[in-house]
T-cell receptor
Framework: NAGVTQTPKFRILKIGQSMTLQCAQDMNHNYMYWYRQDPGMGLKLIYYSVGAGITDKGEVPNGYNVSRSTTEDFPLRLELAAPSQTSVYFC?????????????????FGPGTRLTVL | AQSVTQLGSHVSVSEGALVLLRCNYSSSVPPYLFWYVQYPNQGLQLLLKYTSAATLVKGINGFEAEFKKSETSFHLTKPSAHMSDAAEYFCAVSKEGNTPLVFGKGTRLSVIA
């Protein structure tokens, strides 16, 4: 299993441009999450999804959109990039039903996308 | 609402010394508690978690944490620091399994030879 994969690894955007951050997981997890990490601030939840076709806002959703058409993919869309969206973005997934206590309810994180908006 | 406070944004220890990273939480319901580690330019990796079973939780790489309800704490410890433990550590809380995590601001651990 590749686990959680994210593309691209790095991106520089100009103010007002749009882009989609891709996230995919091959573990058949039904729960998926997007967080952003800013220096000294920890991670904050942007959006999450409990299954295909179901999404919900997190703490910092403004300026972002998501969709979940399949179990595997959970893309994050930035429509009009702003300097305040300069951050590292992490996607994660989890699943409640497993024989392993370690795996159950554990969120598995991708390697992140480092985005700079100039 | 849930919240997490990590005391100390930066902790420095000598190699072989005790590691103690502090985490206090606030939760209106019995919490699920997690410690994650982040090595430079990488994603987060689970160290250990508390999900209402044993209060002393053992994780990977020799780390452990004790859930103390009376103190609303979940401090992370390791008896003997290794150079490879240098990383950023995040404490997180959720109200139940598979709900979004609320993270602390993180503690950067430096290990001095």
């Amino acid at each position: 299993n590749a686990g959680v994969t994210q593309t691209p690894k790095f991106r520089i955007l100009k103010i007002g441009q749009s882009m989609t951050l891709q996230c995919a997981q091959d573990m058949n997890h039904n729960y998926m999450y997007w967080y952003r990490q800013d220096p000294g601030m920890g991670l904050k939840l942007i959006y999450y999804s409990v299954g295909a076709g179901i999404t919900d806002k997190g703490e910092v959703p403004n300026g972002y959109n998501v969709s979940r058409s399949t179990t595997e993919d959970f893309p994050l869309r930035l429509e009009l990039a702003a300097p305040s969206q300069t951050s590292v973005y992490f996607c994660a997934s989890s699943y409640p039903f497993t024989d392993s206590p370690w795996q159950a309810d554990t969120q598995y994180f991708g390697p992140g996308t480092r985005l700079t908006v100039l | 609402a849930q919240s997490v406070t990590q005391l100390g944004s930066h902790v420095s220890v000598s190699e072989g010394a005790l590691v103690l990273l502090r985490c206090n939480y606030s939760s209106s319901v019995p919490p699920y508690l997690f410690w994650y580690v982040q090595y430079p330019n990488q994603g987060l990796q689970l160290l250990l978690k508390y999900t209402s079973a044993a209060t002393l939780v053992k994780g990977i790489n020799g780390f452990e944490a004790e859930f103390k309800k009376s103190e609303t704490s979940f401090h992370l410890t390791k008896p003997s620091a290794h150079m490879s433990d240098a990383a950023e550590y995040f404490c997180a809380v959720s109200k139940e399994g598979n709900t979004p995590l609320v993270f602390g601001k993180g503690t950067r651990l430096s290990v001095i030879a």
